[in-house]
């Protein structure tokens, strides 16, 4: 079985889309148009594409599921300001003395996300 999208319901899916392309460098598709129910993000293969879908009801309680992002080219701290100047909120800072921990974001409708250490931080890269 393969993965093609992950779907996220919203109020404006061009709008949502075009705020995580600008997170991810991702594309929205040349398909999609601002007044569309749905706007496909099309992630580079083999990653599953990000399916944003207007739905009537707003969201109302904490996501079952959310994306844990790794930065490839800044630092968890340069990533986290870098996410906020593009319109997310902070919600729940995991981030330790040591250097450690995460950052819980919340996109333009409130899902979560959260932010981890860079590869190069985890000294990995």
Do not use: Q
């Amino acid at each position: 079985m393969l993965l093609r999208h992950v779907t996220i319901d919203c109020a404006d899916p061009y709008k949502l889309a075009s705020f995580w392309s600008d997170i991810t460098g991702w594309p929205v598709s040349d398909e999609d148009e601002a007044d569309d129910d749905e706007t496909l993000l099309v992630a580079p293969e083999p990653v599953p594409g990000l399916l944003f879908i207007r739905v009537p009801e707003g969201k109302t309680v904490k996501n079952r599921i959310h994306f844990d992002w790794v930065p490839t080219e800044r630092t968890r701290d340069e990533e986290v300001e870098r996410v906020i100047g593009l319109g997310a909120t902070l919600f729940e800072d995991h981030r330790t003395a040591d250097g450690l921990g995460w950052v819980t974001l919340r996109d333009p409708e409130g899902n979560e996300f959260c932010v981890e250490r860079s590869t190069s931080e985890r000294g990995l890269g």
